[in-house]
């Protein structure tokens, strides 16, 4: 079945420790999105990549940077990781661009920061 | 700027009794709507979406949702609720496109809990 997966589904990293979080689809979906979710709020989007093209929300801290090698596979890169960024960390897919497309969710890496 | 409300952190249901979670949205232009369920510990899933023409939209599971213009509403709603229904609700908009990606504005969430 098509799907976004990520991986680990459970991260524990040290303050101050980089830490990479991967996601992978296989919808060949054009556009990729990183959310950040903490205790069952609503997602916050972090950036998307279109295609190679890549966008960052104004309020996402420069702590957070991501890659995204090919359509396939998109990483978020944690620099120096700060107790405040323990959370759910989303990767998400649509189509293309329009808002006429839902997204389709990874099951979510929950980092845990010590 | 789009936003949604959903005005209940929590609902409760019997298992057999219809359903409903509350959605209001505020935006400019037609809006497209969408309601996501997440299960604990897992992402987001995709229910059902509103883009245009008939305001009852049916979606998976059994779920369905009404756009409301007038009322600016996009309840949803199930006829007999499960056990298994119990998760977290999501409503998201997005305004018409204009140029960005498609960037959700999500509520803040529903706790549905049906019992037995």
């Known amino acids: 079945d098509a799907m976004v997966i990520q991986n680990p589904r459970y991260q524990v990293t040290q303050f101050g420790k980089p830490v990479t979080l991967s996601c992978s689809q296989t919808l060949n979906h054009n556009v990729m999105y990183w959310y950040q979710q903490k205790s069952s709020q609503a997602p916050k989007l972090l950036f998307h990549y279109y295609d190679k093209d890549f966008n960052n929300e104004a309020d996402t801290p420069d702590n957070f940077q991501s890659r995204r090698p090919n359509t396939s596979f998109c990483f978020l890169d944690i620099r120096s990781p700060g107790l405040g960024d323990a959370a759910m960390y989303l990767c998400?897919?649509?189509?293309?661009?329009?808002?006429?497309?839902?997204?389709?969710f990874g099951p979510g890496t929950r980092l845990t920061v010590t | 700027a789009q936003s949604v409300a959903q005005p209940e952190d929590q609902v409760n249901v019997a298992e057999g009794n219809p359903l409903t979670v509350k959605c209001t949205y505020s935006v400019s232009g037609n809006p497209y709507l969408f309601w996501y369920v997440q299960y604990p510990n897992r992402g987001l899933q995709f229910l059902l979406k509103y883009i245009t023409g008939d305001n009852l939209v049916k979606g998976s599971y059994g779920f369905e949702a009404e756009f409301n213009k007038s009322q600016t509403s996009f309840h949803l709603k199930k006829p007999s609720a499960l056990v298994s229904d119990s998760a977290l609700y999501f409503c998201?908009?997005?305004?018409?496109?204009?140029?960005?990606?498609?960037?959700?504005?999500f509520g803040t969430g529903t706790r549905l809990q049906v019992t037995l």
């Open positions: 998400a897919t649509s189509r293309n661009l329009e808002g006429i497309y839902e997204q389709y």
């Open positions: 998201a908009v997005r305004a018409p496109d204009t140029g960005t990606a498609s960037k959700l504005t």
